[in-house]
């Protein structure tokens, strides 16, 4: 039987997926430092072992609203079947559950707050809510009949409208709130990401041959700029790796731009990377490359500096505010610009190792602890 939260803070992670990627990631890295709040928090069942390492008892498989008993939270096991892993049809479950189930699930346990870490809550309910929001990327490269796009545009403004307060990554997503919304300034906190620095750090590895992109094939991660870009190096000595999950919509293209332009040898696609191999895949990169059009912060920039990693990435968007001075930030639009900055890390040692210096410096000004501070304190601040 749900039991009454002692601060009346109910985090609901309905959303975890068993491939950790942004926002999964982002919601366990915090959880941690809300426990202070005494949280109830919602869980998928099949998932609960993701929590092992913050507290949670690895056995715990248990469905439907039954407590298990994780200090210093109370962990409630839900279905599994709304999370990122089902596609569409797991999130439309979870839309249709997050506005018709969980409404009950927060009266059950007397909560005045619930917390969601996407910006997903009930919509004219009496649940009070703080969403987490990373960007408004479907807005802006989303299709007409876009399925995300219509849930950003129809969905999410709700969302905010209704929201106690609302979270953003960076201020270039919070000004994109703003000014797409219309929210209040009041409104909104900057709670910058953070990286594991346990995980992600410098392993002194030696260089290899390729340089390295991380992301989803996705058409605002700007791969085929970075292919042609690439192409135009012309050193048969050089690879690059293409680290994300495929995509059906995007990812036959690629593969037909690489042959198109003779590359099969030199274009490595390595599909999604598992957490744990991420540091060597980094650490061995010539640099990461990361022109995406848009990022609401762009973790994989972070993760490579404080791997050692020379970084070059794109002038826009939350890109400048991660990288800072640490990175040789490009026009994302013009391919020659992509080029040369491969061109001068190649031909140029001390500027990988200026880079390389500059990077491990910048990344100890994040920290999850950070994160985790700024965001309890907003909580606190509604309990």
């Known amino acids: 039987m749900l039991r009454p939260s002692p601060a009346g803070l109910l985090i609901n992670l309905a959303f975890l997926s068993r491939r950790p990627t942004g926002h999964t990631n982002y919601a366990l890295q915090v959880l941690p430092y809300l426990a202070a709040l005494q949280p109830q928090v919602l869980v998928p069942a099949d998932q609960i072992e993701q929590l092992a390492p913050l507290g949670a008892h690895p056995s715990a498989k248990t469905i439907g609203p039954a407590a298990v008993s ?79 796009a219509t849930y950003f545009r129809y969905y999410v403004p709700r969302v905010l409208e209704q929201a106690v307060h609302i979270l953003c990554n960076s201020q270039a997503t919070m000004q994109d709130v703003q000014s797409t919304f219309g929210i209040p300034a009041d409104k909104l906190t900057v709670t910058p990401l953070g990286y594991d620095d346990r995980h992600f750090r410098d392993l002194a590895l030696p260089t290899g041959n390729y340089f390295l992109c991380l992301g989803r094939h996705d058409r605002y991660k700007n791969i085929p700029r970075l292919i042609n870009a690439f192409a135009a190096l012309a050193d048969p000595d050089c690879e690059l790796w293409l680290a994300g999950p495929s995509d059906r919509r995007y990812t036959p293209a690629l593969h037909a731009q690489v042959a198109a332009l003779n590359l099969q040898q030199q274009v490595k696609f390595l599909d999604y990377v598992p957490y744990a191999d991420l540091p060597r895949l980094l650490g061995q990169a010539i640099a990461l490359v990361f022109p995406s059009l848009y990022e609401g912060f762009g973790l994989p920039v972070l ?71 700024i965001t309890r304190e907003v909580l606190q601040r509604y309990l």
């Open 303 to 373: 993760e490579a500096m404080a791997c050692g990693t020379p970084v070059i990435t794109s002038d826009c968007s939350a890109l400048p505010e991660v990288a800072g001075d640490a990175a040789l930030l490009v026009n994302p639009h013009i391919e020659g610009e992509i080029t040369e900055a491969m061109r001068g890390l190649l031909a140029d040692a001390n500027l990988r190792s200026r880079l390389r210096q500059a990077g491990l410096a910048r990344v100890q000004g994040f920290s999850w602890a950070k994160t985790g501070a």
């Open 70 to 148: 994780i200090p210093p939270w109370e962990s409630y096991a839900i279905a599994s079947n709304m999370t990122p892993d089902q596609r569409t049809w797991g999130h439309l479950r979870r839309l249709v559950w997050t506005q018709v189930r969980l409404p009950a699930i927060y009266r059950s346990t007397h909560a005045n707050l619930l917390f969601s870490p996407i910006p997903e809550a009930p919509l004219d309910t009496n649940c009070r809510f703080v969403v987490t929001v990373h960007d408004l990327i479907p807005l802006h490269f989303g299709g007409r009949w876009s399925r995300l």
